[in-house]
């Protein structure tokens, strides 16, 4: 049958389309809050109190927001780096890995170096460190992905446990500082770390941020290398049949993703914590993952739900040692936005179908 | 329709009366008769799309005809699923095994039963060594089935069949993956069942193997049933004869409607020096595909070349080892005077070797990518589309609204996901992206596989044109009918190797059927 397939039924007017789509994402997240509202009831905490504490403190205090600013920094690199990777059909699960291995070696390098030498030119050298480092931790799961079609997702799941004690190891072993007893790395004295914005406590690291998730943004959809990528990512058949080098694609998403990621690790030590201690993990990567899908891979949407990750991360640490509800629940309460908001994608999706028909 | 039996008192176990089964644009199966005897290996013999099949789903429970009626041990039945198709005692082994690779014979076998029930493996073990000693084969049950070769698989499906108390058992293709000691040894094994009382039905595409195991032959041709050679008549011919008569209903008959009959040679293709050579093209088989076997061929400016076969015969591969997506492992391919066996995909599509594949979603296009972008697919990067690698829209969209317009593509827009067009104007994309400027030698995959008559039509006469304009053009395809009608030269692909090349005239249609079917010219 020769036929014009008309996409009925899809919005067509943009507003009405936005209208929908903010409909979509934000009617969801009230449903989560209630849902988590439940099992804070359950546990017997207010769950009123919970989220008005989280709100103030993460959003509504001037030393709040400055956290909650600072905290988008290394969150935003990773979610720059998650893009990238996803948007190519690669699971790049391993970011965490990338992120404390990349912290590490800038932690070792930037006060030694700033002792040296002007500290602009040792954060150049610590931020191109914990590239290099990041990017080698990548390598093994992308050779087996790029020649012999080795799951990533495992691969580069176990380099992260690896990397992970391995970072661990590294600074009670080796980059230990030998001035206090607290198992850690020297510290990169204040004056010597990245510069913060105006008279406030926020990193510039959160505006390097920005400007990194932009750049991949744009990287994707407006350079042809970012829709090679694509191309490998939503049908990698008809990237071999494009001939497109697919291997090498491989690796290089590989490459920028776990670099971005170690970048991130970076921008958090030299930015804002100065050192790393031991037994420190943060896995930004396992709260940042989800917010990304939940953006739907678009930059500009990322850094929306960056932002609300960031907040409720400094809300919930202030409740968790307020109110005693663990630091965990904000993982929780993003858990159930994802799967709330998953129903009712396929929900719209069953009604968007029955319509048409 | 009355039986012509060999055995006086055997009476039919399945017997179909005038089934039709119609899908979107095609009727598969139009008024079909069929018994199916005891003591019979039935074999239906037709060309890709004759309506094998359907029928084979029908019987097997995947689908249920439009009309007509099956009937079983006379009265009759509706089969509504594999399961039920089992349980009436039509076993089905198919063309690729179906056993779970990791598991063992045994367990393989005991799969399905009740699940509230412990397997019962002395029972299974009692009854598998009943069977196979009575029919002389030896099948380990503790063997795993990734262990076993696809002649063994086989024999456990088979097998499978037999447990059941199948007193039908259709082998669908059975022989396209084996040896031929493995099809040698199925012929006894069938043999041999059908001389306990089981009714065979057979399906295969070479006609040395209907001729030398079965009893009854049936011929489908575009989804009627146009012979049928009984058990009498099968015993009093001898091969050549029954062969000739067989290919005859196969491939004859049809000289056409239209005054021509056959499509005219054209003088000027050959006088030039060809634009493509393959010179003994060699690629190894793999477990699920055909390999190339030496593989020579020429093809002139403005010819058409067709390839003609069963499908999965290595045409595929051919294309695959032409456009540069696998590697060949021997042999040499030139392109206009220029060795191109070890460029890529890019360079031959830059040096003019342009192909369509016949996996439209699958590998030719990006479903979920704007019309406009497909277009660009194998150009991404390059200008005026792209200055400094930076996408420019306006280029690409103004490129994309020209080529709707000239190769009429239907859709509502520039930028509606390629997915969402029909078949043939999924087709026009790939046309229009492939035969842009530069293009010396287009290769055709199946290019009318799935379209409606109109696209057929258009999409026929395009690749006229092209070769008309001096474009040597490289046709494969399963439709001899299309070959027939467009081709200067068709040459037949059988397990990966070139049979033979017939020049396309009045008997081009004998011949070529004869070498599809795995004869001789």
Known sequence: MESTTT???TVTDPIQAMIHRLLLTLGPILIALIIAGLIL???????????????????????????????????????AGLIVAFRAGIWNLGVDGQFLLGAVASAASAPLLAAVMPSWLALIIAFSLATTVAMAWSLLPALLKAYHGVNEIITTLMMTFLGVSLANVMVKLVFLDPGTTVPQTRTLPVEDRMFRLFDTTISSGLLLGLVAIIAVHLMMTRTAFGLKLRVVGANPRAAVHSGLGVPSLTIAVFAISAALAGLAGAVDILGVQGNVRADWNPAYGLAVIPAVFLARLNGFASIGFVFLLSVLSIGGESAARRIGVPTTFTLVLIAIVLIVLAIAEYADHRYQNARRT | MTATSHQAAAEPIVTLERITKAFPGVVANDNVDLQILPGEVHVLLGENGAGKST???????????????????????????????????IGTVFQHAMLVPTLTVAENLLLGGPWWERPRKERLREKVDEISKSLGIAVDLDAYAHDLSLGEQQQVEILRALIRD?????????????????????????????????????????????????DRISVLKLGRKVGEIGPDRFKSLDKAELTTQIVEMMFGGQHSEDDAGFHKPNPLSTAEPPVLVLDGVTLESTSTAPGLNSVHLELHPGELLGIAGIDGNGQKQLADALSGQSRIESGSITLNGKRIETHSVGERRDAGLRYLTDDRLGEGTVSTFPVSLNFLLK???????????IERRADIDQHAEHLIQDYDVRTPSAHTPVGRLSGGNIQKVLL??????????????????????????????????????????????????ELLELCDRIAVMDAGTITGIVENGENARTEVGRLMVGLSQ
């Open chain 1, 7 to 9: 996409p009925a039924g």
């Open chain 2, 166 to 214: 199948s007193r039908v058992l259709i082998l669908d293709e059975s022989t396209s993956m084996l040896t031929p000691k493995g099809i040698e040894e199925l012929g006894s094994l069938m043999r041999r069942l059908v001389n306990r009382g089981l009714a065979i039905i057979f399906i295969t595409h070479k006609l040395n193997e209907a001729v030398s195991f079965g």
């Open chain 1, 41 to 79: 009831i359950a546990i017997g905490v207010n769950p009123l109190e919970y989220y008005g504490y989280v709100i103030k403190r993460g959003l509504l205090s001037p030393t709040g927001v400055q956290q909650t600013l600072t905290r988008m920094a290394p969150m935003l690199f990773i979610a």
């Open chain 2, 379 to 389: 150009q991404i990067g390059s200008p005026p589309y792209w200055r400094n690698q």
């Open chain 2, 432 to 481: 229009a992206r492939e035969l842009s400027d530069g293009a010396k030698v287009v290769i055709f995959n199946k290019p009318t596989y799935g379209l409606d008559l109109s696209n057929t039509v258009s999409t026929r006469q395009r690749i006229r044109d092209i070769a008309a304009s001096g474009l040597g053009v490289l046709l494969i395809s399963t439709d001899l009918e």
């Open chain 2, 55 to 89: 029928l084979i789903g029908l019987l097997s429970g995947l689908q249920q005809p439009d009309s007509g009626s099956i009937q079983i041990d006379g009265t009759q039945r509706a089969i509504n699923s594999p399961r039920h198709a089992l349980s009436l005692g």
